[in-house]
């Protein structure tokens, strides 16, 4: 990459123009979606405002760059991935309902309902206006969005930083292949280049992937017709005779099948093998030969219960503690197997800071390190002085934390295209302290390194499609503070209608309750987490992901141990989709069409299906919207 023979802007004033007003659009539109069922617009969004602003600035005689088409793609799809979790006034909203909510009330700390124990730079005090007002412009709610902001800036600034270091660690000196970049990178070629050979795979591919979305999404979510149920296939009916408790299926949502197109083969087959591991045998074995080791698994398990329900309590009462161990175990055998690498950014970023051939123009290390420490310090300062957690524990997360989980992740990204998450890794923090509060478990430091993956993901796309890396930063800027003003005033419209949760907002209704449920067990410390399996688990994930490594170096067998990482946590619907999807492209497909042919068209085919499918849904969701809201007009 690093020996490409130039670098392009991308972010001009068309692009910018384009990407505001998609998200203009898109914004209100992925926050309602969520609201009312839970997805967001994402890729289908990015798909249609990066082909009409390629057609609309064909027609007027003036084609967008490649490196234009590329920010407005990129951006959008930062934008359109945005939903009410995202956008940190939500949860100032959630914190109000969390303290009326009466099932909270049951729950205490020291005898004390938890409702009592929120203070009023959380949600506003019981007595407030604000509470039947219903708007995020009162008085009593500067205090919780001035805390939520800090955090949010905080948050932002490291991000920027450890995003910035990773891309060039991963993509200068180590050069990782980040499968899924190429499918970004040979859409936007393929829109501005429209090369005859690859437009004829791309037109193919996305006419077969609006035909399957019209059967998946369109017939089912509009015309109340289902042929194929979404989000998958479920088969533990018919297996749960013989393997009680195991989790099967197929998925049947186009994106893990599209991706699986351009993962490498070692790497899907460490995935359905380490989803296999845990969802499949995994929760069979350990309710058939070890019920007495996770006692509330074998009485909660009940015949009958399919993949979510499986996958929910299997989640809290059997892999909560070991998914944690084996991100850690990942993190640490990353930083060991990368730290020449990791050791060269620094120094090349130390040593070529002016030199914008050899470093893309990113800032020096000194800028970098001082945006990543102000960011993970100031945040554990401030959590200490609100919250009176010990400084130290937060300070290991947010500086010590951040640096492994980020690592571990990026690469893990780089070589299956699939992320890894530690969603309860603070609430594990303070599980095992002595901190007795309600504030310290549901606000955190910032924990940097969250979304510099899915970021590095997108820089190896700039670097294929030779865009300025700064360009991308600044345009990841844009995105983020355009998301996060038009969230405040969609929320706040939203609000303004209904009240939320409410019928108005479905998912809501459900979600809330189970969040403000686990919440009170985690904060109750109802949630058992046994430390013993914890530091097992790191044991047993380090040695698995260094077999795995050492059997693909040495015995070239494909085997990779970061997708085995990815498959303990995707369920195994979608590591088989996956894995089915890479056997077809890197066994079948690549015979058919020969290997190096295959090898650059199999990104056009999968950028086109999920252009068609993103289109569909799109579609889809514009009559769904049209449908819901025709009710809410007063006549």
Same mark, same amino acid.
């Given at each position: 990459m690093s020996s490409s023979p130039s670098f392009k802007g991308g972010l001009t004033w068309r692009s910018v123009l384009v990407l505001l007003m998609g998200a203009a659009i898109v914004v209100p539109a992925s926050i309602y979606l969520s609201m009312l069922a839970g997805g967001t617009l994402a890729a289908s969004a990015a798909f249609i405002i990066a082909i009409l602003a390629s057609q609309l600035a064909l027609i007027f005689g003036e084609p967008l760059s490649k490196q234009e088409l590329f920010i407005v793609y990129e951006a959008s799809s930062l934008i359109a991935a945005a939903n009410a979790a995202g956008i940190g006034f939500y949860w100032v909203i959630f914190?109000?309902?969390?303290?009326?909510?009466?099932?909270?009330?049951?729950?205490?700390?020291?005898?004390?309902?938890?409702?009592?124990?929120?203070?009023?730079?959380?949600?506003?005090?019981?007595?407030?206006?604000?509470?039947?007002?219903?708007?995020?412009?009162?008085? *009593?709610? #500067? $205090?919780?969005?001035?805390?939520? &902001?800090?955090?949010? !800036?905080? =948050?932002? @600034?490291?991000?920027?930083?450890?995003?910035?270091?990773?891309?060039?660690?991963?993509?200068?000196?180590?050069?990782?292949?980040?499968?899924?970049?190429?499918?970004?990178?040979?859409?936007?070629?393929?829109?501005?280049?429209?090369?005859? *050979?690859? #437009? $004829?795979?791309?037109?193919?591919? &996305?006419?077969?992937? !609006?035909? =399957?979305? @019209?059967f998946v999404v369109a017939l089912p979510y509009v015309g109340g017709i289902t042929f194929i149920p979404l989000p998958w296939i479920d088969i533990t009916p018919i297996t749960e005779p013989y393997m009680p408790g195991a989790l099967l299926g197929i998925a049947t949502d186009l994106t893990p099948w599209a991706g699986g197109f351009v993962v490498p083969l070692e790497a899907a087959v460490g995935m359905i093998l380490g989803s296999l591991a845990t969802w499949g045998l995994g929760n069979w074995l350990v309710l058939e030969l070890a019920p007495s080791a996770f006692p509330e698994w074998a009485s909660e398990y009940g015949r009958g219960m399919g993949i979510a329900l499986i996958w929910q309590r299997s989640m809290f009462r059997v892999w909560f503690a070991p998914q944690i161990g084996f991100a850690l175990a990942l993190a640490l055998v990353m930083v060991?197997?990368?730290?020449?690498?990791?050791?060269?950014?620094?120094?090349?970023?130390?040593?070529?800071?002016?030199?914008?051939?050899?470093?893309?123009?990113?800032?020096p290390m000194s800028v970098l390190l001082s945006m990543y420490f102000v960011g993970t310090f100031a945040s554990s300062v401030i959590h200490c002085f609100l919250t009176g957690f010990p400084l130290w524990i937060s300070l290991l997360y947010s500086i010590g934390l951040s640096f492994l989980i980020g690592v571990a992740s990026t690469a893990a990204v780089g070589e299956t295209g699939f992320s890894i998450s530690l969603p309860y890794l603070w609430h594990t923090l303070v599980y095992f302290s002595d901190y007795r509060d309600y504030p310290g478990w549901v606000i955190?430091?910032?924990?940097?390194?969250?979304?510099?993956?899915?970021?590095?993901?997108?820089?190896?796309?700039?670097?294929?499609?030779?865009?300025?890396?700064?360009?991308?930063?600044?345009?990841?800027?844009?995105?983020?503070?355009?998301?996060?003003?038009?969230?405040?005033?969609?929320?706040?419209?939203?609000?303004?209608?209904?009240?939320?949760?409410?019928?108005?907002?479905p998912f809501t209704l459900f979600d809330w309750a189970r969040i403000a449920i686990g919440d009170s067990l985690l904060v109750t410390r109802s949630v058992r987490i046994d430390p013993y399996v914890l530091l097992s688990s790191i044991g047993i994930g380090a040695a698995a992901i260094s077999f795995f490594e050492a059997?693909?170096?040495?015995?070239?067998?494909?085997?990779?141990?970061?997708?085995?990482?990815?498959?303990?946590?995707?369920?195994?619907?979608?590591?088989?989709?996956?894995?089915?999807?890479?056997?077809?492209?890197?066994?079948?497909?690549?015979?058919?069409?020969?290997?190096?042919?295959?090898?650059?068209?199999?990104?056009v085919v999968a950028a086109g299906l999920m252009a068609g499918y993103g289109i569909v849904i799109g579609i889809s969701i514009a009559g769904l919207f049209i449908a819901k809201s025709s009710w809410l007009w007063p006549w």
């Amino acid at each position: 990459m690093s020996s490409s023979p130039s670098f392009k802007g991308g972010l001009t004033w068309r692009s910018v123009l384009v990407l505001l007003m998609g998200a203009a659009i898109v914004v209100p539109a992925s926050i309602y979606l969520s609201m009312l069922a839970g997805g967001t617009l994402a890729a289908s969004a990015a798909f249609i405002i990066a082909i009409l602003a390629s057609q609309l600035a064909l027609i007027f005689g003036e084609p967008l760059s490649k490196q234009e088409l590329f920010i407005v793609y990129e951006a959008s799809s930062l934008i359109a991935a945005a939903n009410a979790a995202g956008i940190g006034f939500y949860w100032v909203i959630f914190r109000m309902f969390y303290v009326k909510n009466p099932i909270t009330w049951a729950y205490t700390i020291d005898g004390t309902p938890i409702p009592l124990r929120v203070p009023d730079w959380l949600a506003p005090p019981l007595g407030s206006s604000a509470y039947f007002e219903r708007t995020l412009f009162h008085l *009593d709610l #500067v $205090k919780p969005i001035s805390v939520y &902001l800090a955090f949010t !800036a905080l =948050y932002l @600034v490291a991000e920027l930083a450890m995003f910035m270091l990773l891309s060039f660690t991963f993509l200068e000196v180590e050069r990782l292949p980040f499968p899924f970049s190429r499918i970004d990178a040979m859409l936007v070629d393929t829109l501005a280049e429209r090369r005859p *050979d690859r #437009v $004829k795979f791309f037109v193919a591919a &996305l006419t077969a992937g !609006a035909i =399957y979305a @019209v059967f998946v999404v369109a017939l089912p979510y509009v015309g109340g017709i289902t042929f194929i149920p979404l989000p998958w296939i479920d088969i533990t009916p018919i297996t749960e005779p013989y393997m009680p408790g195991a989790l099967l299926g197929i998925a049947t949502d186009l994106t893990p099948w599209a991706g699986g197109f351009v993962v490498p083969l070692e790497a899907a087959v460490g995935m359905i093998l380490g989803s296999l591991a845990t969802w499949g045998l995994g929760n069979w074995l350990v309710l058939e030969l070890a019920p007495s080791a996770f006692p509330e698994w074998a009485s909660e398990y009940g015949r009958g219960m399919g993949i979510a329900l499986i996958w929910q309590r299997s989640m809290f009462r059997v892999w909560f503690a070991p998914q944690i161990g084996f991100a850690l175990a990942l993190a640490l055998v990353m930083v060991i197997r990368f730290r020449k690498s990791i050791a060269k950014a620094f120094a090349a970023l130390v040593r070529a800071v002016r030199v914008p051939a050899e470093s893309r123009g990113y800032p020096p290390m000194s800028v970098l390190l001082s945006m990543y420490f102000v960011g993970t310090f100031a945040s554990s300062v401030i959590h200490c002085f609100l919250t009176g957690f010990p400084l130290w524990i937060s300070l290991l997360y947010s500086i010590g934390l951040s640096f492994l989980i980020g690592v571990a992740s990026t690469a893990a990204v780089g070589e299956t295209g699939f992320s890894i998450s530690l969603p309860y890794l603070w609430h594990t923090l303070v599980y095992f302290s002595d901190y007795r509060d309600y504030p310290g478990w549901v606000i955190m430091p910032v924990l940097a390194g969250t979304q510099s993956p899915g970021l590095t993901n997108i820089m190896s796309a700039a670097y294929l499609t030779q865009t300025k890396p700064m360009d991308l930063v600044k345009a990841a800027i844009i995105a983020f503070v355009v998301t996060q003003l038009l969230g405040l005033l969609s929320l706040d419209l939203f609000w303004r209608i209904a009240p939320i949760p409410s019928s108005v907002y479905p998912f809501t209704l459900f979600d809330w309750a189970r969040i403000a449920i686990g919440d009170s067990l985690l904060v109750t410390r109802s949630v058992r987490i046994d430390p013993y399996v914890l530091l097992s688990s790191i044991g047993i994930g380090a040695a698995a992901i260094s077999f795995f490594e050492a059997a693909r170096i040495y015995l070239r067998v494909p085997l990779s141990g970061p997708g085995f990482v990815v498959g303990a946590m995707t369920l195994t619907p979608y590591a088989t989709s996956v894995f089915i999807s890479s056997v077809i492209s890197n066994l079948a497909f690549a015979r058919v069409f020969g290997k190096e042919r295959w090898g650059e068209m199999r990104p056009v085919v999968a950028a086109g299906l999920m252009a068609g499918y993103g289109i569909v849904i799109g579609i889809s969701i514009a009559g769904l919207f049209i449908a819901k809201s025709s009710w809410l007009w007063p006549w």
